[in-house]
């Protein structure tokens, strides 16, 4: 998901305004990182409710119970035995909404008392205002907060990382965070997940690389990369069984094919960065990637030539059209595309 240029201070304006405790009327709340999105909407529960009175003061809409006039009621009932109300909109996509809607959703967004905090989350549907329709892109621009909750950068997730396995009496070593970030696709759902398993797991004070390894179920673009290096280390068998494991995650066969396809890319730009004396830091900058996984694959590219990035760049678009062209098994067509870059590595 794109990056919400127009405001970029607004999570930090936003967290501001939950630690002084004065929160505002409207707010929105977007972007790949749930973990966060749903965390700090337990602070804003948490601040604006309580266990007493909050299935009087919390009205929560969706696609099924959203229209016009249950939100409008629900912005104006008044707090019941306490002094604030919360109204969570999930999911609903107002810029779609009718002519009339969206006139109606503007007036009450213009207009929301004092006592009530506005709150639309997104997550299976994608925030995109149509600033064509001016008076309800004014009432969210001039009313609001639009926040985004982005994935983390490498360095705060490693700190953060750190941080919750302290929490449980343990320690990880920064390389190992990179590994953990990296097997799991680097977001927080994932991460809290998986460590609290890592945890349950290890016996000891220290994490190791075979506690991860034992207990982790690794991301897609992760299987991908063991699988290029060890193509590159020349274990073409156990490749091989990387894509059988690929497989067997029931990924679809055109999705393996492009993760592998970016890999290359990025093994072929690395390549030529190191044959220009270049560092890891520009491969990072470039694919936006952290210290760890960029030093990862200049590591990995040191095993291939500038002339298997190009070969094997051209068998995987043979492949792209062979699977979209022919009848042959496109599982049968990745094995074949393996054993290729097998015989180029």
């Not at 992760?222 to 280390?233: E, I, P, R």
């Amino acid at each position: 998901m794109a990056k919400y240029e127009d405001k970029p201070d607004r999570l930090q304006e936003f967290k501001a305004e939950l630690k002084e405790k004065k929160l505002g009327r409207l707010y929105v709340f977007f972007g790949e990182e749930a973990f966060l999105r749903n965390y700090y909407l337990q602070q804003v529960k948490k601040l604006l409710l309580d266990d007493l009175t909050e299935s009087f003061n919390f009205h929560r809409l969706n696609n099924e119970t959203f229209d016009t006039t249950a939100f409008a009621d629900a912005v104006e009932n008044l707090p019941m035995m306490a002094d604030a109300t919360l109204v969570q909109v999930d999911d609903i996509d107002v810029f779609k909404l009718s002519e009339g809607d969206r006139e109606k959703v503007a007036d009450v967004l213009s207009d929301i008392p004092d006592y009530c905090t506005v709150v639309f989350t997104y997550e299976t549907v994608s925030w995109k205002p149509d600033k064509r329709y001016k008076k309800l892109w004014s009432a969210f621009d001039s009313n609001g907060k639009i926040v985004e909750f982005a994935k983390q950068n490498h360095r705060d997730l490693t700190a953060w990382i750190t941080r919750h396995f302290l929490a449980n009496q343990k320690r990880i070593s920064p390389d190992l965070c990179g590994y953990l970030i990296e097997l799991t696709g680097g977001t927080m759902t994932a991460l809290n997940s998986e460590i609290m398993k890592i945890c349950a797991y290890s016996g000891a004070d220290e994490i190791c690389k075979a506690d991860i390894d034992a207990v982790v179920e690794p991301v897609m673009e992760a299987v991908v990369f063991q699988m290029t290096d060890l193509l590159g280390q020349k274990e073409y068998a156990k490749a091989l069984l990387k894509l059988q494991q690929l497989l067997k995650m029931q990924q679809e066969p055109l999705s393996i094919l492009g993760a592998i396809g970016n890999h290359i890319r990025r093994i072929g730009t690395a390549r030529v960065l190191i044959d220009g004396g270049r560092q890891a830091g520009e491969l990072a900058s470039m694919y936006a990637m952290g210290d760890y996984p960029a030093r990862k694959t200049m590591e990995s590219a040191r095993n291939f030539s500038a002339a298997f990035c190009k070969k094997a760049s051209a068998l995987i678009l043979e492949t792209d059209y062979r699977m979209k062209t022919s009848f042959d098994e496109p599982e049968r067509l990745l094995e074949m595309l393996v054993l290729q870059m097998s015989q180029e590595a």
